[in-house]
């Protein structure tokens, strides 16, 4: 098992935040990882998502199931690779509100099955582009009328 977890303070209520995570045509314009984004925030959905390398050129293309959506708080999703217990991801975002308005991103996954020794490249590609899509969504969040990205 690996688990790759990130954290930004965004200087913007949890509502903001959301709006842009979920506006999923809107990610080809701003995301730098995940590009492409397509389907419903909703439980049960399946989304349709391209993800980018650190380089900009494409990566994987998957399609994770939503497990959990709280609006404004938490959005879930699990993945695979061909089958269950090869490659699996369960990708979370949590949005927590902080003191003086600003909220606090948990972005991160949990990976497990077999092939988790042989993708050591993927997966700090992965936290890369993780690192690269939080500071991305807060300057859309900044550009859409929220302040900057809190120190």
Do not use: Y
């Amino acid at each position: 098992m690996k688990t790759i977890s990130t954290t930004i303070d965004i200087d913007a209520d949890a509502t903001a935040i959301w709006n842009v995570l979920t506006d999923f045509p809107s990610h080809a314009d701003w995301d730098p990882f995940f590009f492409s984004v397509a389907g419903e925030p909703s439980v049960g959905a399946s989304l349709s998502i391209r993800a980018r390398k650190p380089d900009g050129s494409a990566g994987m293309g998957f399609t994770p199931t939503v497990l959990e959506v709280e609006p404004a708080r938490l959005l879930r999703w699990k993945g695979k690779l061909l089958f269950g217990g090869l490659f699996d991801g369960e990708h979370c975002f949590e949005l927590i509100p902080i003191d003086g308005g600003a909220t606090r991103l948990l972005h991160g996954e949990h990976f497990s099955g077999m092939l988790i020794p042989l993708m050591g490249k993927l997966l700090a590609d992965t936290e890369a582009g993780f690192h690269a899509f939080n500071q991305a969504l807060a300057a859309e969040v900044a550009a859409r009328g929220s302040s900057a990205v809190r120190a």
